[in-house]
């Protein structure tokens, strides 16, 4: 198992949130070596009943009982503590007592983290901070289908809430080495919903084809029930990928080629966006899943069965990552999705004090796709100078530019032939002044590359290095490609999002690329935290599979073996329960959130339902559904929450087509949920920025997605390289430079 983590053992943490999202951030910052206590609302935390993970999540943060109800005990910890974490969900009865400006001007050294329901400058401030309600409000629900909204199965404001507040506390930490004070750092689980939509909002000055180019939404995704009847999703997509499926379908189609790629392409048609549907069900049906994935696996292609969460636990390469740990009572749980591996090195590599948090931060990419660039697009907004290294042909990814500008905003292209002597040297030079190197390549291509761990630690002692393989850097399926489609197969997020007795549903969203860059980035931050505090060079691993399985820590497993958390959705894909769902109105969708014995009381009065639901929300079944159902579908939306509303009931518009509006507030921008950037070629960009405030440091910047090559001649002059040398460079193609 990956063992706890020393990066931060020297962290001290105060868990004074509610909910899924601050219990999520706490959970991982004990798994990265900090002790945490626990102080409950003074009215007790209501969430250990909504989330059968809850108190596992927090087995590292034990209660401290006197704290809950003596200022004075409470005064003590957080006098000593590093770090505190409020806010999170809402529930009736339970009030938020924590001012975090309050905090930080008491405990001058305390870094705080407030997990908000909406940023105070939004015009949602304020309103209940409940899953539901935060997808319907931002409109996550309506991302999915064209034609009707669906709740996110995978708790998209939650985890988007978590991942953004743990990088900005781990960079506070790191940049109070610096200048020795705390301070607030602030997001909130609205933009933890429109965190998933990164690689779709996006609006530029100039429109083309290329760049309005998006996955469309109803996609029908490459899921084929096999002759078995079990289902598998498959990817066709790279250099040769098309055809060589197709040999492994056993499809005679001459008209395509050995260097197909089947990329998609701009198409009016959504059902066959990812390749044609109809042909490649008809011959997956004549074999079994077994046989078929032999086929597909035997020519380097990625796939994977459709597995209901847990499944893949046992499975040699998960049970070799470790990322499944055991408790003493047999209890098994998600645990440290990452490997960390430190060696000492002596001095120590002193942060410097700048208006970000990683100012003086040089990083090295060499990534690709998604995962691997996301990782340090966090980084970049936090002030890291990023140098990303591609090929002369560049990111594969550059295809979409939606999802490529999302990735790789805020970085500066070098674009090097690593095939050459010269470009590997090159490389190194690169890498022997950076704080950190990160990839994505397969295994095995970093030593011939010379940029493996040990390798990069010969160039400099002090190096940080992140490696994102698709399913890890050893172990029996580390040679195996991997994709988002495909890992959400395999860790269960198509079976659950596909709901009680429907096909597994895709998520459009890309959600375990985006989580396996943000796990990467925490990474690497508390990594250069511990370098700060140490000297200590770091290793760390955050495979793919890993982050797919962290989107499902709800999910435990007792020890007479029985799963809990984690389900399917209904089978209107609306919700889990019929208390916190979406029903429709009769002018388009509203969402619930009914908490408590009170609230169902007043929910039941305002729909004229009274005798027919039960005071106790927890025991709605489907036949309350469809009760609730026609009581809202006579309503008008403005008519159904004005009720609700009248009656204390949390209710909330399913809104649509939310891109526009979140990229054109001003308020959102200034709040640093929309980014603002000038493209050479694009003009103005807007898109979804670092989602992340600070009461001290800055986040952000006005740095576009880079050409291919674009700071080529600026990054070799940096190394010392004289115009003549990098002019016979591009000569040579070692390099490509933008002037080409």
């Not at 029930?225 to 790279?238: N, P, T, W």
């Not at 580390?478 to 596909?498: I, K, L, P, S, T």
């Not at 140490?534 to 799963?563: C, W």
């Not at 309503?635 to 009248?646: M, V």
């Amino acid at each position: 198992m990956n063992p706890k983590s020393n990066l931060l053992a020297d962290v001290a943490v105060v868990h004074l949130g509610t909910g899924m999202a601050p219990a999520l951030v706490t959970k991982f910052l004990v798994e990265l070596g900090a002790t945490a206590t626990r102080v409950e609302p003074p009215e007790g935390d209501p969430f250990g009943a909504v989330y059968p993970a809850y108190d596992v999540w927090l087995r590292g943060a034990p209660r401290d009982a006197e704290a809950r109800h003596s200022p004075e005990r409470l005064a003590m910890l957080l006098a000593e503590a590093d770090l505190c974490v409020i806010g999170g969900e809402d529930y009736p009865g339970v009030t938020r007592r924590h001012d975090p400006a309050a905090l930080a001007a008491q405990y001058p050294r305390l870094v705080v983290l407030d997990l908000e329901a909406a940023p105070a400058a939004s015009e949602f401030a304020g309103r209940p901070a409940a899953e539901v309600l935060v997808q319907a409000r931002s409109g996550l629900v309506h991302e999915q289908y064209l034609d009707r909204p669906v709740l996110m199965a995978f708790a998209p404001a939650n985890y988007g809430a978590a991942m953004r507040g743990l990088a900005g506390v781990l960079a506070a930490l790191y940049e109070r080495e610096a200048s020795g004070r705390g301070q607030v750092v602030a997001t909130s689980l609205l933009e933890g919903a429109m965190t998933w939509a990164c690689g779709g909002w996006c609006e530029v000055e100039k429109p083309t084809p290329y760049t309005e180019f998006a996955v469309p939404k109803s996609p029908v995704p490459l899921i084929f029930r096999c002759a078995d009847g079990k289902f598998i999703h498959l990817v066709i997509g790279a250099h040769g990928s098309k055809y060589r499926m197709y040999q492994a379908l056993e499809i005679d189609d001459p008209s395509v080629g050995p260097d197909d790629s089947g990329i998609p392409k701009p198409t009016a048609d959504v059902r066959n966006f990812y390749g044609d549907i109809d042909v490649l069900a008809a011959h997956v049906a004549k074999k079994t899943s077994a046989e078929l994935l032999a086929r597909i696996w035997e020519r380097g292609l990625p796939a994977e069965p459709v597995w209901p969460p847990g499944r893949c636990w046992d499975e040699p390469q998960v049970r070799h990552n470790g990322v499944i740990v055991a408790d003493a009572d047999g209890t098994r749980h998600v645990g440290n999705p990452l490997r960390v591996e430190t060696s000492p090195a002596r001095g120590r590599a002193s942060p410097k004090s700048g208006a970000r948090p990683l100012e003086g931060v040089r990083v090295v990419d060499f990534g690709a796709f998604v995962a691997g660039p996301f990782a340090s697009a966090v980084l970049a907004d936090l002030g890291a100078d990023v140098v990303k290294v591609e090929t002369l042909a560049g990111d594969p990814h550059r295809t979409v530019f939606r999802f490529y500008t999302s990735v790789n905003r805020g970085k500066r292209s070098i674009a090097i032939d690593l095939k050459t002597p010269e470009g590997r040297r090159v490389a190194h030079e690169l890498c022997a002044g950076a704080d950190v190197v990160m990839s994505n390549f397969r295994p095995g291509v970093t030593a011939r590359l010379g940029l493996d761990v040990d390798s990069l630690r010969a160039l400099n002692p002090h190096i940080v290095v992140l490696e994102s393989p698709a399913y890890g850097a050893d172990g029996p399926l580390a040679e195996r490609a991997g994709f988002d489609m495909v890992m959400q197969a395999y860790c269960g997020h198509e079976w659950r999002a596909g709901g009680e007795g429907r096909e597994p549903m895709w998520n459009r969203t890309s959600m375990v690329d985006f989580a396996a860059g943000f796990l990467g980035a925490a990474g690497i931050l508390a990594a250069l935290y511990h370098r700060a505090r140490t000297g200590d060079s770091a290793f760390v691993v955050s495979p793919l599979v890993n982050a797919g399985i962290s989107l499902l820590a709800e999910l435990v497993q007792r020890g007479d073996g029985r799963f809990e958390g984690a389900p399917p959705l209904n089978r209107w894909q609306t919700g889990f329960h019929p208390a916190e769902a979406l029903y429709r109105a009769a002018d388009g969708w509203i969402a619930i959130a009914v908490r408590g014995r009170e609230a169902a009381v007043g929910f039941a009065g305002a729909l004229g339902l009274t005798g027919w639901l039960d005071e106790d929300p927890a025991r709605w079944r489907d036949a309350e559904v469809d009760a609730i159902a026609a009581a809202v579908a006579r309503l008008s939306i403005g008519d159904a929450l004005a009720r609700l509303d009248a009656a204390g009931v949390w209710a909330e518009r399913c809104r649509q087509d939310m891109a526009r509006e979140v990229l054109h507030d001003p308020a959102l921008h200034a709040a640093n949920v929309v980014q603002i950037s000038t493209h050479p070629t694009f003009g103005e960009v807007r898109e979804l920025g670092p989602m992340l405030r600070f009461s001290r440091s800055q986040a952000g910047h006005r740095r576009h997605a880079p050409l291919i090559g674009e700071a080529s001649a600026e990054v070799l002059a940096e190394l010392g390289r004289s115009p003549q040398d990098i002019a016979a460079l591009v000569e040579l193609e070692v390099v490509r430079a933008r002037t080409q």
